[in-house]
Structures are given as structure tokens and as C-alpha cells.
T-cell receptor, first 112, second 110 residues
Framework: ETGVTQSPTHLIKTRGQQVTLRCSSQ?????VSWYQQALGQGPQFIFQ???????GRGNFPPRFSGLQFPNYSSELNVNALELDDSALYLC???????????FGQGTRLTVV | KQEVTQIPAALSVPEGENLVLNCSFT??????LQWFRQDPGKGLTSLLL?????REQTSGRLNASLDKSSGRSTLYIAASQPGDSATYLC?????????FGKGTSLLVTP
């Protein structure tokens, strides 16, 4: 059984650019959530996908968008990058919402 | 809005000590509470999940308790080891998202 994997592990982008982060969920899991973790803070919920539909969203602007594919893998897209978008982006998968969540190793995004 | 607080923010103990990490939350209408470990710059490792109907869960040297009515959870670590050094995060699930505290940074010295 494979765990949650994210790619890439590190990324440097310029302000104003667009970025796509990827996540493969754990086998048997149909729910994927994305979180943003700034340095020294707890993760903040961005949004959740269940069976390819957005199922909930945190307090993030529309330039944060996502997709979930039929194999339950997911993408997080961020447009018009700002310096404050620099953070660790974490993906979590679970069998359904409310069951144990398993996280990937994260993608460290630096916006310069 | 659910607020999760973890005390203390940082803790340094000598190897072998038993220790308690605290987590409090403002809204008792939760489905479950999960404790995670995070090593520097890494993802989160799930340690224990307590359902709202449960009072405690145990895994090895770790024991987590939940008092939903008072909005509190504790993580007890027995016989601490240097390898336990990490940040410990508490998260409550109230709907579709986990709400996290800022974590307790633990250092266990040899």
C-alpha cells in the first residue's frame, strides 16, 4: 500500500507566475484535502475534493483552484503568485471526510 | 469558528521523562481529534485518532485523551527519547476540514 506522495518537493517561482502542485492519494482513499502551512504556524485548510467535486473550501481567494482525477489524485493550482504564498503545501487523503487523514511530505513553495 | 490552542508552545526535557502536551478547542461539536508529529520541513505523521465518542487512544508509548465537553485533549508521552524531538500538532475535525493548533515544539535532550 503506497502512502500519499506529492511533487515536486521544492519549487521556486517569481511573483505573478502560476504554479501546479500534484498529489497522489493513498490507495483506497477517495477524499483529498489541501493545506497551506506558513513557517511557525499550523496548517490552514484550502479546500477538499471528494469524487472529483470540490466539497469544501477555506478562506482562500479564487486564484487557488484544484482538480481531482478519476484515480483520486489531485492538483492544486495557484495563479498570480504573491510573496505571501511562500509556504509548505500539504496534501492529505482519507477514505471519507472525518476518517483518519494521512499527509504527504509536502511541497515547499518559495515565491521571489 | 473553531479555535485550537496548544500549550506549551515549546518544551525541553531530559531523556526518560514522561510528559504531557495540551490541546484545547472552542467548539465541542467535533467528529474526531487527531494528533500529528512533524519533523522540520517535513509532512505530518498521524500518531493517534480519537473519535468523538471515545475517551482515549493508545499506541506504544503514546496515550491521547479527549474530554469533548470541556474542549480538551492531552497527549501523554512516556519515557521520552531524543528521537521524539519534533513538533506535535493537534487537529479537530468539525465538518470537512481539520482545524490545527500551532503545535508544541518538543526537544528531548540525551
Amino acid at each position: 500500500e503506497t502512502g500519499v506522495t506529492q511533487s515536486p518537493t521544492h519549487l521556486i517561482k517569481t511573483r505573478g507566475q502560476q504554479v501546479t502542485l500534484r498529489c497522489s492519494s493513498q490507495s483506497g482513499h477517495n477524499t483529498v484535502s489541501w493545506y497551506q502551512q506558513a513557517l511557525g504556524q499550523g496548517p490552514q485548510f484550502i479546500f477538499q475534493y471528494y469524487r472529483e467535486e470540490e466539497n469544501g473550501r477555506g478562506n482562500f481567494p479564487p486564484r487557488f483552484s484544484g482538480l481531482q482525477f478519476p484515480n483520486y489524485s489531485s492538483e492544486l493550482n495557484v495563479n498570480a503568485l504573491e510573496l505571501d504564498d511562500s509556504a509548505l503545501y500539504l496534501c492529505a487523503s482519507s477514505k471519507t471526510g472525518g476518517t483518519e487523514a494521512f499527509f504527504g511530505q509536502g511541497t515547499r513553495l518559495t515565491v521571489v | 469558528k473553531q479555535e485550537v490552542t496548544q500549550i506549551p508552545a515549546a518544551l525541553s526535557v531530559p531523556e526518560g521523562e514522561n510528559l504531557v502536551l495540551n490541546c484545547s478547542f472552542t467548539d465541542s461539536a467535533i467528529y474526531n481529534l487527531q494528533w500529528f508529529r512533524q519533523d522540520p520541513g517535513k509532512g505530518l505523521t498521524s500518531l493517534l485518532l480519537i473519535q468523538s465518542s471515545q475517551r482515549e487512544q493508545t499506541s506504544g508509548r503514546l496515550n491521547a485523551s479527549l474530554d469533548k465537553s470541556s474542549g480538551r485533549s492531552t497527549l501523554y508521552i512516556a519515557a521520552s527519547q531524543p528521537g521524539d524531538s519534533a513538533t506535535y500538532l493537534c487537529a479537530v475535525f468539525s465538518g470537512y476540514a481539520l482545524n490545527f493548533g500551532k503545535g508544541t515544539s518538543l526537544l528531548v535532550t540525551p
